[in-house]
C-alpha cells in the first residue's frame, strides 16, 4: 500500500464484544466440563437434555417434502395460510378486530424478523417515536428496536432483588408518556424475569393505553409456555379490544421447537380495514427491502400443523408436555434449594413462568458460577430453567447456595 492510498474501508471496525445471550452458549460448547449445566440461551431441552424436533413436526415436515414440486418463490408476505393461520392463533376466530376485517398478518423470519419490521414500520409512520420498554427486558430487543432509529425508554418493571413486579412504578411512568408513544409489552414468560401481569393488570394496563393515547407493542415469543396457547393470548386480545390500533410479533421457535427455520409473524390490528391495507403495502415494502421474502419451510410446517386437526391435538399434547415439564424443573429446583438450607428465599422460582428466572445475584456471583461450577447463565443472573435435568437440579442448587453464601 502506497502512501497515498485510502485507509481499507474496514480499517475503522473495531472488534465488538460478545452478544450477550449467544456469547454464552459460546463459552458453555467450549468448557470440556462433564459437570457443565447450561441455562444461557433459551431452547428447551427435555429431560436427557435434547432441544427434541416435535412430532408434529416430524409429520408435517414429511407430508411437505413428500408434496412439495417446486422451489419457486413463495411472497413478501410469506404463505397466506400461515397468516390466516397465524390471527387466529394469537387473537382468536370470534374477536372484534378479526371480524371488522382490521388485523392484517404478514409472515417473517423469525420473532426477531417481525419485531424489526415492525419498528421499521413505526419509523415510517412517524420518524422519531419513543418505544418504551421494560426494565428489565430481553437484551435483543434493545438492537431490534433502536436498529430501527426508534427512541428507546425505560419503564420499571421488576425487582431482581426482591423478585416482583414493581407495577405501580410502572403505571406511573407509564401515565407521563406522550400520546402516540410506543410501549413495548411481553405478552406472557417475561423474558427475562418470568414474573407476568395478571388478569386485573392487564386490565389497568389496556385502561392506561387506552385512555392515553398509548400504542401497545405485544412480543409473544412464549405463547403455550405460561397458561396454554388460549390462556397466553389474553392479555393481547384485551388490549386489541380496547384500542384502535397495536402491533403484534410472534414466534414459532419456541413453542414448536423450529428455532433454526425462523418463523414468525408481524401482526398489525388497525383503526379500519382500509388502514389495515395501507399498514399491510407498508409492511411488504419494508420486507422486501431487508429480505426480499421470508423463508418458507418452517412456515409450511407450521400451517400444516395449525390447519390439520390432527396434527394440531398432537402440537397441543406436545406443548402440555414441554410446559409442564419446565414447570416441574422449577419446583425441583425450589424443592432442592429449601432443602439445602435457602429457606422461602427462592419461592419465586415456582410462581413465576415460562423459561426464565433471574437469580437475583451481581455480576460476580454469575462469574463465580461459572468459573467454579461451571454452571452458565447470562451476565445479569438470568436462568434458562427450561435447560434444567432432574439429574442437575441438585448440583445447581448446591452451587447457587455455595456462591451466593
Ligand atoms: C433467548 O432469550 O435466549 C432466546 O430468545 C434466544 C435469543 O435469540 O436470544
Same mark, same amino acid.
Given at each position: 500500500?502506497?502512501?497515498?492510498?485510502?485507509?481499507?474501508?474496514?480499517?475503522?471496525?473495531? !472488534?465488538?464484544?460478545?452478544?450477550?445471550?449467544?456469547?454464552?452458549?459460546?463459552?458453555? !460448547?467450549?468448557?470440556? %466440563?462433564?459437570?457443565?449445566?447450561?441455562?444461557?440461551?433459551?431452547?428447551?431441552?427435555?429431560?436427557?437434555?435434547?432441544?427434541?424436533?416435535?412430532?408434529?413436526?416430524?409429520?408435517?415436515?414429511?407430508?411437505?417434502?413428500?408434496?412439495?414440486?417446486?422451489?419457486?418463490?413463495? *411472497?413478501?408476505?410469506?404463505?397466506?395460510?400461515?397468516?390466516?393461520?397465524?390471527?387466529?392463533?394469537?387473537?382468536?376466530?370470534?374477536?372484534?378486530?378479526?371480524?371488522?376485517?382490521?388485523?392484517?398478518?404478514?409472515?417473517? +423470519?423469525?420473532?426477531?424478523?417481525?419485531?424489526?419490521?415492525?419498528?421499521?414500520?413505526?419509523?415510517?409512520?412517524?420518524?422519531?417515536?419513543?418505544?418504551?420498554?421494560?426494565?428489565?427486558?430481553? *437484551?435483543? @430487543?434493545?438492537?431490534?428496536?433502536?436498529?430501527?432509529?426508534?427512541?428507546?425508554?425505560?419503564?420499571?418493571?421488576?425487582?431482581?432483588?426482591? @423478585?416482583?413486579?414493581?407495577?405501580?412504578?410502572?403505571?406511573?411512568?407509564?401515565?407521563?408518556?406522550?400520546?402516540?408513544?410506543?410501549?413495548?409489552?411481553?405478552?406472557?414468560?417475561?423474558?427475562?424475569?418470568?414474573?407476568?401481569?395478571?388478569?386485573?393488570?392487564?386490565?389497568?394496563? /389496556?385502561?392506561?393505553?387506552?385512555?392515553?393515547?398509548?400504542?401497545?407493542?405485544?412480543?409473544?415469543?412464549?405463547?403455550?409456555?405460561?397458561?396454554?396457547?388460549?390462556?397466553?393470548?389474553?392479555?393481547?386480545?384485551?388490549?386489541?379490544?380496547?384500542? +384502535?390500533?397495536?402491533?403484534?410479533?410472534?414466534?414459532?421457535?419456541?413453542?414448536?421447537?423450529?428455532?433454526?427455520?425462523?418463523?414468525?409473524?408481524?401482526?398489525?390490528?388497525? *383503526? %379500519?380495514?382500509?388502514?389495515?391495507?395501507?399498514?399491510?403495502? @407498508?409492511?411488504?415494502?419494508?420486507?422486501? %427491502?431487508?429480505?426480499?421474502? +421470508? +423463508?418458507?419451510?418452517? *412456515?409450511?410446517?407450521?400451517?400444516?400443523?395449525?390447519?390439520?386437526?390432527?396434527?394440531?391435538?398432537?402440537?397441543?399434547?406436545?406443548?402440555?408436555?414441554?410446559?409442564?415439564?419446565?414447570?416441574?424443573?422449577?419446583?425441583?429446583?425450589?424443592?432442592?434449594?429449601?432443602?439445602?438450607?435457602?429457606?422461602?428465599?427462592?419461592?419465586?422460582?415456582? @410462581?413465576?413462568?415460562?423459561?426464565?428466572?433471574?437469580?437475583?445475584?451481581?455480576?460476580?456471583?454469575?462469574?463465580?458460577?461459572?468459573?467454579?461450577?461451571?454452571?452458565?447463565?447470562?451476565?445479569?443472573?438470568?436462568?434458562?430453567?427450561?435447560?434444567?435435568?432432574?439429574?442437575?437440579?441438585?448440583?445447581?442448587?448446591? /452451587?447457587?447456595?455455595?456462591?451466593?453464601?
Amino acid at each position: 500500500m502506497s502512501p497515498s492510498d485510502p485507509a481499507p474501508v474496514f480499517e475503522s471496525l473495531s !472488534r465488538l464484544s460478545e452478544d450477550a445471550i449467544l456469547g454464552v452458549m459460546a463459552k458453555f !460448547r467450549a468448557d470440556p %466440563s462433564p459437570l457443565k449445566i447450561d441455562l444461557g440461551v433459551g431452547v428447551y431441552r427435555d429431560a436427557e437434555g435434547h432441544t427434541p424436533v416435535l412430532d408434529c413436526v416430524r409429520v408435517a415436515e414429511r407430508r411437505i417434502l413428500d408434496a412439495q414440486v417446486t422451489k419457486s418463490y413463495v *411472497a413478501p408476505a410469506g404463505r397466506e395460510e400461515f397468516n390466516a393461520a397465524v390471527v387466529e392463533l394469537v387473537l382468536g376466530r370470534e374477536h372484534r378486530a378479526v371480524l371488522d376485517r382490521r388485523v392484517i398478518a404478514v409472515q417473517t +423470519p423469525g420473532g426477531c424478523g417481525a419485531l424489526r419490521v415492525g419498528a421499521e414500520l413505526l419509523r415510517a409512520a412517524a420518524a422519531g417515536t419513543s418505544i418504551h420498554v421494560s426494565d428489565p427486558t430481553w *437484551a435483543n @430487543h434493545l438492537p431490534l428496536l433502536g436498529g430501527a432509529g426508534l427512541r428507546l425508554q425505560r419503564y420499571p418493571y421488576y425487582d431482581a432483588t426482591a @423478585h416482583r413486579l414493581t407495577f405501580d412504578a410502572m403505571l406511573e411512568r407509564l401515565e407521563r408518556a406522550p400520546a402516540g408513544d410506543v410501549v413495548l409489552l411481553h405478552a406472557c414468560c417475561h423474558n427475562p424475569t418470568g414474573a407476568d401481569l395478571d388478569d386485573a393488570q392487564w386490565r389497568t394496563i /389496556a385502561d392506561l393505553l387506552s385512555r392515553r393515547g398509548l400504542l401497545p407493542y405485544l412480543d409473544l415469543a412464549y405463547q403455550g409456555f405460561g397458561g396454554g396457547l388460549d390462556a397466553d393470548a389474553q392479555g393481547i386480545r384485551l388490549i386489541a379490544s380496547r384500542v +384502535p390500533e397495536c402491533l403484534i410479533a410472534t414466534s414459532f421457535s419456541k413453542n414448536l421447537g423450529l428455532y433454526r427455520e425462523r418463523v414468525g409473524a408481524l401482526l398489525a390490528v388497525a *383503526a %379500519s380495514e382500509e388502514r389495515a391495507a395501507a399498514i399491510r403495502s @407498508h409492511v411488504l415494502q419494508i420486507a422486501r %427491502s431487508i429480505y426480499s421474502m +421470508p +423463508p418458507d419451510h418452517g *412456515a409450511a410446517i407450521a400451517a400444516e400443523i395449525l390447519t390439520d386437526p390432527a396434527l394440531r391435538g398432537t402440537w397441543v399434547a406436545e406443548l402440555g408436555t414441554m410446559r409442564e415439564r419446565v414447570r416441574a424443573m422449577r419446583r425441583l429446583l425450589a424443592d432442592a434449594l429449601r432443602r439445602g438450607g435457602g429457606g422461602r428465599a427462592y419461592d419465586y422460582l415456582e @410462581h413465576q413462568r415460562g423459561m426464565f428466572s433471574l437469580l437475583g445475584a451481581p455480576p460476580a456471583v454469575v462469574e463465580r458460577l461459572r468459573e467454579e461450577f461451571h454452571v452458565y447463565m447470562t451476565a445479569d443472573g438470568r436462568m434458562n430453567l427450561a435447560g434444567l435435568m432432574p439429574s442437575n437440579v441438585d448440583p445447581l442448587a448446591h /452451587a447457587i447456595l455455595q456462591a451466593t453464601r
